[in-house]
């Protein structure tokens, strides 16, 4: 694909730059999307009748073993290209950052440090009933393990659905959306909000909004830039057309 040298010019003069991230970015690293066609055992759910505190009170044991699933995937799983070109999008300007809902660690493990967990992370586990971290608990056999200080369940640190966002990061979100020059949605469907608001809210604040998704979806008209395709194609060649655009007329040593 070819980036739009005019997307690349008006990047090449951006300080500020936000860049949000949904499942679609992880796909290549083989960790199923949410809203594209399931495979498997799993197929027969949909997210959102898994990923609630209801479903979780009414089978503790499926909903916890879907996590399991995922979180395996997730351990053998291994960044791409993707989460390597917004680590060194990260490098390249004086501001940025990265708000992902994505749970599952792959930004932190290609190098990104200034991640912004809208949705959790799955590789952390807490007490159902008092939220506390539990790192260690002893296998009784339960499923789900039982929080070692008070016996309820434990469950994975993610935000499901009807829970509320948390503050303190939703905060970062909202800030660095509206404060940035450049504005990227990439691989994420902006059905689920608050996050879906977000590229909106950097629009009207006046930031040069991309889309980066093979698929349209209900922000795509509205972007400034809309390139269609996969994010571990896309993501490296506009890093690489901007690196040449910044160096490529420097003499080199
Ligand atoms: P979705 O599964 O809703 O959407 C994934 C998006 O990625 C789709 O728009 C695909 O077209 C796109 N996609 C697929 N492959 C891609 C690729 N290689 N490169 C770029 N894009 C690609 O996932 P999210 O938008 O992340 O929330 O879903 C948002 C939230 O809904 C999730 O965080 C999760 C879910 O239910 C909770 O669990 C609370």
């Given at each position: 694909?070819?980036?739009?040298?005019?997307?690349?010019?008006?990047?090449?003069?951006?300080?500020?730059?936000?860049?949000?991230?949904?499942?679609?970015?992880?796909?290549?690293?083989?960790?199923?999307?949410?809203?594209?066609?399931?495979?498997?055992?799993?197929?027969?759910?949909?997210?959102?009748?898994?990923?609630?505190?209801?479903?979780?009170?009414?089978?503790?044991?499926?909903?916890?073993?879907?996590?399991?699933?995922?979180?395996?995937?997730?351990?053998?799983?291994?960044?791409?290209?993707?989460?390597?070109?917004?680590?060194?999008?990260?490098?390249?300007?004086?501001?940025?950052?990265?708000?992902?809902?994505?749970?599952?660690?792959?930004?932190?493990?290609?190098?990104?440090?200034?991640?912004?967990?809208?949705?959790?992370?799955?590789?952390?586990?807490?007490?159902?009933?008092?939220?506390?971290?539990?790192?260690?608990?002893?296998?009784?056999?339960?499923?789900?393990?039982?929080?070692?200080?008070?016996?309820?369940?434990?469950?994975?640190?993610?935000?499901?659905?009807?829970?509320?966002?948390?503050?303190?990061?939703?905060?970062?979100?909202?800030?660095?959306?509206?404060?940035?020059?450049?504005?990227?949605?990439?691989?994420?469907?902006?059905?689920?909000?608050?996050?879906?608001?977000?590229?909106?809210?950097?629009?009207?604040?006046?930031?040069?909004?991309?889309?980066?998704?093979?698929?349209?979806?209900?922000?795509?008209?509205?972007?400034?830039?809309?390139?269609?395709?996969?994010?571990?194609?896309?993501?490296p060649e506009l890093v690489k057309a901007l690196s040449a655009s910044r160096f490529g007329s420097r003499v080199s040593p």
């Amino acid at each position: 694909m070819t980036i739009p040298a005019e997307l690349i010019q008006r990047l090449g003069t951006a300080k500020s730059v936000t860049v949000l991230t949904g499942a679609g970015v992880s796909a290549e690293s083989g960790v199923p999307t949410f809203r594209d066609a399931q495979t498997g055992f799993w197929a027969k759910f949909r997210p959102e009748e898994l990923a609630t505190p209801s479903a979780f009170r009414r089978d503790p044991r499926l909903v916890w073993e879907w996590y399991e699933w995922r979180r395996k995937l997730v351990a053998g799983a291994k960044p791409n290209p993707a989460h390597r070109a917004l680590a060194e999008m990260e490098r390249i300007f004086q501001q940025f950052h990265l708000i992902t809902q994505n749970v599952d660690g792959l930004h932190q493990r290609a190098g990104s440090r200034n991640v912004i967990e809208l949705h959790g992370n799955i590789t952390r586990t807490k007490c159902f009933d008092e939220g506390t971290i539990v790192s260690t608990w002893k296998d009784t056999g339960d499923v789900p393990p039982k929080c070692p200080a008070c016996g309820g369940w434990l469950r994975p640190d993610v935000v499901w659905f009807e829970e509320p966002m948390p503050e303190a990061e939703m905060k970062q979100a909202a800030s660095a959306s509206t404060h940035c020059d450049f504005f990227f949605s990439i691989g994420t469907s902006t059905v689920v909000f608050p996050a879906a608001a977000l590229p909106g809210e950097a629009l009207q604040s006046g930031a040069t909004v991309v889309e980066i998704n093979p698929r349209p979806t209900p922000f795509t008209a509205r972007a400034h830039f809309a390139l269609a395709g996969a994010a571990g194609v896309v993501l490296p060649e506009l890093v690489k057309a901007l690196s040449a655009s910044r160096f490529g007329s420097r003499v080199s040593p």
